[in-house]
T-cell receptor, first 116, second 111 residues
């Protein structure tokens, strides 16, 4: 499967635990984006990364959220001390090697995070 | 004014008819425009991209762009029940690659 791969598909956490969401971009893509979709709301940008670099994190909450895209391995979105309001679908998208905004982004199947 | 605005719908169309979806955006400097389809509980799927003024056709889909009016639309010809979904307009605003999405238009195609 050459598409954007996200895992897990579903993640259940209790309040105060940590959530780790993983994303492997499409083959040949080096730009990764994370978006969040709260229930009954639209998609909101969170963070844009390239290998070993955070390019734009203007959509990330100031606390508890972090993201990385290491030289080897998938991109990770990490949420510490989760709260009920973190329950959402988290989507990863990737685009080819280009800083141009003309490149379309292709989305993974998402991770549905539920906080008990 | 929202940065990317769409009518939320639902837009109800009979099978075989044309569904017309509209999107306006705030940044006059935007150069790229994307339409995604999202089925309930699923991820967004890219269906059209458009970069130049005018029309772009792909199968039953036609995207129309008018940069002067800051307006982009999507037409779905010969609508099928399988077209029932939420259609998202997405625009990279200002400098950078991050997409700003409209709230989506829910389309219902009735047999």
């Amino acid at each position: 499967n050459a598409g954007v791969m996200q895992n897990p598909r579903h993640l259940v956490r209790r309040r105060g635990q940590e959530a780790r969401l993983r994303c492997s971009p499409m083959k040949g893509h080096s730009h990764v984006y994370w978006y969040r979709q709260l229930p009954e709301e639209g998609l909101k940008f969170m963070v844009y990364l390239q290998k070993e670099n955070i390019i734009d994190e203007s959509g990330m909450p100031k606390e508890r959220f972090s993201a990385e895209f290491p030289k080897e391995g998938p991109s990770i979105l990490r949420i510490q001390q989760v709260v009920r309001g973190d329950s959402a679908a988290y989507f990863c998208a990737s685009s080819p090697l280009s800083r141009s905004s003309n490149q379309p982004q292709h989305f993974g199947d998402g991770t549905r995070l539920s906080i008990l | 004014q929202k940065e990317v605005e769409q009518n939320s719908g639902p837009l109800s169309v009979p099978e075989g008819a044309i569904a017309s979806l509209n999107c306006t955006y705030s940044d006059r400097g935007s150069q790229s425009f994307f339409w995604y389809r999202q089925y309930s509980g699923k991820s967004p799927e890219l269906i059209m991209s458009i970069y130049s003024n005018g029309d772009k056709e792909d199968g039953r889909f036609t995207a129309q762009l008018n940069k002067a009016s800051q307006y982009v639309s999507l037409l779905i010809r010969d609508s099928q029940p399988s077209d029932s979904a939420t259609y998202l307009c997405a625009v990279p605003l200002a400098a950078g690659n991050k997409l700003t999405f409209g709230g989506g238009t829910r389309v219902l195609v009735k047999p």
